[in-house]
């Protein structure tokens, strides 16, 4: 049996509040901005470019990119969630929804039935809008919206559908990383919480092991634009629970395929030190790494401990470090 322990680095700096705060998007839905984002976005589909590989089909029609998706959102699976960092999880679980379909073809990808193999089903937008209220209904602290780049467009249009029903969750973008900074600015007041990776400190590594063309690029000007949006300061209520802030992750991986030190180092330098980053030793091979020569195993205690003392050196203040242990 696997158990998982999570411990905060630094809480310190955290800002706590003890009034109410409601998502953003009810100021956009308010004074009409929210449905010219959706018109905006919608033009997106004709020749997409939701993400960095603007494949250019025509989605609209039905026709596929990268990503094998088309018009309608598409959707694996809807429920809380309680192992997200703690901010997120809190006491009640994240109301999560597992979207169909990628922007990346991860070697190790642990969703890879529904990331690459397509597992889900096709959802009007009513019926995305539904299953947020349901998940609110559940007493979920945020919606939770897993690998939505490509669903940026249906999930902006699912909201005014959700908002007059009473939708008043944060919305959390829990994404790979790899955007264009033109779809985030369509989010801008849209999402409270950015929860991004930062994968790899070099494009070569990226291709290789996950299929991203310029990923380092597109991950860093991604990552500045969420920053610029929503600042490093972590607000929480008071019950502890994240209401707006980014949080970045990082997958260690075996052999430091990842780059943590350098990933680490720029988090710091280009962002701040007060960032927040979560940083994982969840690596297991999955999918395509079982029985790779490097992927093919979990990552030991020194090269996660390596990665904390990357963390130390980098200057960084802020994270959380999830310890995995094998018991009987």
């Known amino acids: 049996m696997t158990t998982t322990?999570?411990?905060?680095i630094c809480l310190d700096c955290d800002a706590t509040v003890s009034i109410e705060i409601l998502p953003s998007y009810l100021n956009l839905y308010q004074n009409s901005e929210l449905a010219r984002r959706i018109e905006r976005a919608y033009a997106c589909l004709e020749d997409c470019r939701l993400c960095p590989r603007e494949c250019g089909v025509n989605r609209l029609q039905g026709k596929q990119g990268f990503c094998r998706v088309g018009a309608e959102?598409?959707?694996a699976s809807w429920n809380v969630h309680p192992w997200e960092e703690p901010p997120i999880s809190g006491t009640r679980g994240s109301g999560t929804i597992f979207f169909s379909g990628c922007t990346g073809r991860c070697l190790f990808c642990q969703n890879y039935p529904i990331s690459q193999l397509g597992v889900g089903n096709e959802v009007p937008v009513e019926r995305l809008a539904e299953m947020m209220l349901e998940l609110q209904h559940k007493g979920c602290h945020n919606i939770n919206l897993v690998t939505p780049t490509h669903f940026v467009p249906q999930v902006?249009?699912?909201?005014?559908?959700a908002i007059e029903r009473g939708l008043r969750?944060?919305?959390?973008?829990n994404t790979s990383g790899y955007e264009t900074?033109?779809?985030l600015e369509l989010l801008e007041g849209v999402v409270d919480i950015y929860l991004p990776d930062a994968k790899y400190a070099d494009d070569e590594t990226a291709h290789r092991l996950s299929g991203f063309v310029r990923y380092v690029e597109a991950n860093r000007a991604a990552l500045k634009e969420m920053y610029r949006q929503v600042g490093e300061e972590?607000?929480?209520?008071d019950g502890g629970i994240a209401r707006r802030g980014?949080?970045?992750r990082h997958l260690v991986l075996p052999d430091g395929l990842a780059g943590t030190p350098k990933v680490l180092h720029w988090l710091a330098e280009n962002l701040s030190p007060?960032?927040?980053v979560s940083l994982m030793d969840q690596y297991f091979p999955a999918h395509k790494a079982v029985g790779h020569s490097i992927l093919g195993r979990k990552i030991t205690a020194e090269e996660y401990e390596e990665a904390l003392s990357a963390f130390d050196e980098a200057g960084l203040e802020n994270g959380w470090r999830q310890e995995h242990g094998e018991h009987g």
Do not use: G, Q
């Open 5 to 8: 322990s999570t411990e905060r």
């Open 169 to 173: 969750l944060p919305l959390v973008y």
């Open 73 to 75: 959102p598409k959707v």
């Open 156 to 161: 902006l249009a699912a909201l005014p559908h």
């Open 181 to 183: 900074v033109e779809v």
């Open 234 to 237: 972590l607000l929480l209520d």
């Open 274 to 276: 007060r960032v927040h």
């Open 246 to 248: 980014l949080i970045v």
